[in-house]
């Protein structure tokens, strides 16, 4: 995956660069992530993902811009973090 999950389902790299193993554990990642958002974050984040600009999704998503900002800084990226730092402690 990249900075910013680059499209998952397509693979980010060069052909054959990830495992199948590889593979189904990044697209359930990507799945679970986008399952603990609502709805109204879900469709932004998924742009997000896609690495679409903040005006692009402002107006895919009929939001100004300081407000798509707003919900992946203040609530998407923090969710993420969360889970992710979860899942590294439950490793311990």
Not at 17 to 46: F, G, K, M, N, Q
Not at 59 to 86: E, H, M, S, Y
């Amino acid at each position: 995956l990249g900075a910013r999950g680059e499209d998952i389902a397509g693979g980010g790299g060069a052909e054959g660069d990830e495992s199948p193993e590889e593979a189904a554990l990044a697209t359930d990642l990507y799945r679970h992530y986008l399952s603990v958002l609502p709805d109204d974050l879900r469709d932004i984040a998924e742009q997000y993902l896609a690495n679409r600009s903040l005006q692009e999704i402002a107006d895919a998503t009929g939001r100004a811009v300081c407000t798509v900002q707003r919900k992946i800084n203040n609530f998407i990226l923090p969710q993420w973090r969360r889970l992710a730092a979860d899942s590294v402690s439950s490793l311990d």
